[in-house]
């Protein structure tokens, strides 16, 4: 980047610098992030993130594959949040075909896209934590991130990859048996929050690694395109839930946590309470979930039941259509962005009257946020880097793509 | 003649035991982190997994030796060897248990008594942080050299102040002999009237066998593996066994200097000491389990700024107690 024909001698000392490789396998960089990094002593001269080591093509692939198919795409860019960046995209191509689904559909969407962020966040608290050289928070955290994809498993029969968001609707309704086990979920999980905090809150070492690390000032947060709990860290408010509601997040109640400092810290308490108000939302999404029906009734968007299509013919026709040709798509274009664990998650989309889109971006916030690395740790010590890395919280199957 | 023989089966039998120990506590230290961490730890072979440093000991041997290219060959091969050594010949003027009489000789529960005994096993763990730094610098990579450049940054920082610690019991015992040290503990350990020392000692104990939350020279999130990122096989075992034995060692110390060496009551006073030595592990255990690392600048600051001074202030209080008390 800036500093690529530098000489490594510096003009004043005469000394070499160090260059240094992190990455792209290094086990702090989570997943295959590089990182050259120009040390004198232990203290980072110029740091120049390289990215594409886990690029897929996805935004490409987007095209060759009807508007359905495309759905499972969306669950490898963040993989560690997958199901909210199946809400991103089917919200998109909804929003393309101009319809909505019922409520009971957008309440059980809004459930299982906090309960990801609550994934995503433990993830997160997990490894940036090992990052410190605490090793058993990774344990407890992960204790806990597995409940969450039981959870998920038990409705859309996948962990990881669950696409359980369709377009028009969901996979299937909520199992038998799913309230009762997501409330012993609910129930437990506050008194593990506790005991994350307790490990972590008051340990002296623990705050002097965080505090002050990583800082960067608001206007250069702003230029770089930080959203999210980076920038709520900064003391900015924004979050997409609350100023621009999708999915029926107007019908919560909860708040949106900032800091001022800006530092590790700072984000580390963002992203705490954030997984206490995703619980309050998760909450009342299971305690007020509406009756009805959970996808849209157009059979040109979603398939007819399995049994329909036994009996009828025309329910035949529809769902041979709809997995061959796909639904069409009026021509147009789409942006929809929502509040992603990382930050603002979008999706844009251009159609052109065909099953498949023309054109697909994602606007993967790991990637912006990944831009600040090289400002975050100028001139401090290595070991910061690592700290840096964890605070940003980065996915690569996401900035890649 | 005898002497001769004596010590030799007496070396033998300690350097086994402490390679056994070793072995052992590798086992102990995965189940019980395990248990921290609710996970089983191993658990395939033999009874609760206690025959896996066995397997593990094997496939290290097997092991393809991987020299690097650019590594100085001969300093890279020696580096773990000092380590090693110096860990195994700390342990020497421990202690252990009371003089026994066989064949007529009375024979000490140490390989060798020394009347400085204290400033041996400093002199010699002293020597063992050679290991890191020179298979540091030997081993041609930039990761290896950090570690290596830490390690005697940390040495550096934290001897001092374990030095001083120290310092209060050896006035407070008027003797650097580790047997008298552990006689005048008979009615009242040092741990009561050097708690400071005793707490400072602790402390540095660890960042001198580079647990965590000291273990920066061998930062994995960092730096790899720090020092021994480019050691395979043996060689990356005497590295650990270095660490490890080092472990037993410090602890051992901390058992004479403070906790009364082998002394206490009904049981008989070798397990005494194991126990008290047990402890210690516990707690070395116990901290990497729960604490994340220091930054190495704050670990320089907080042993130059902290301990040194704190460790200075109970050596002279202690002097002015015990020329009082005269």
Known sequence: MADQGQSLVDPYTGLKAMELNLGPQHPSTHGVLRLRVRLDGEQVKACEPIIGYLHTGIEKTYEDLIFQQGNMLSDRADYVSPIINNLCYVLTVEKLLQIEVPKRCQYIRVMFAELSRIASHLVWLGTSAMDMGAMSPFFYTFQQRELILDLIEMAA??????????????????PPGFSARLHAFLDGFPHWLDEYRGLLDKNPIWLDRLKGTATISLAQALDYGWTGPLLRALGVAHDLRKSNPYSSYEDFAFDVPTEQDGDVYARYKVRMREMEESLKIVRQAIDNLPEGPWHVANEKIYPPEKEEIAQSMEALIYHFKLYSEGFLVPPGEAYVGVEGPKGELGCYIVANGAGKPYRVHVRGPSFYNLQALPALVQDRMLSDVVAAIGSIDIVLGEVDR | MLQVVIVVVKSIVTATLLLAAFGLMTWIERKVLARFQFRPGPNRLGP???MQFMADGLKLALKEEIIPTAADRFVYLLAPLVSLTAALIAFAVIPWGPPIHLLGQVVPMQIGGPNIGVLFVFAITSLGVYGPILGGWASANKYSLLGGLRSTAQIISYELAMGLAVT??????????????????????????????????????????????FDLP?????????????YTGLKWAMYMMAEYINMITVSALATTLFLGGWHGPLLPPELWFLLKVALFMYFFIWLRATLPRLRYDRLMAFGWKVLLPVALLNTLATAVWVATAQ
């Open chain 1, 157 to 174: 029969g996948y962990r990881m990859n669950p696409s359980y968001f369709r377009v028009g609707g969901l996979m299937r309704d909520l």
């Open chain 2, 48 to 50: 609760a997994g206690v």
């Open chain 2, 168 to 213: 209060g019991v050896l006035i407070a015992a008027g003797s650097a002999d580790l047997n008298t040290i552990v006689a005048r503990q008979y009615r009242l350990w040092f741990i009561v009237p050097q708690i400071v020392g005793f707490i400072i000692y602790v402390i540095t104990m660890v960042a001198e066998t580079n647990r965590t939350p």
């Open chain 2, 218 to 230: 061998e930062a994995e999130n960092e730096l790899v593996a720090g020092y021994h990122t480019e």
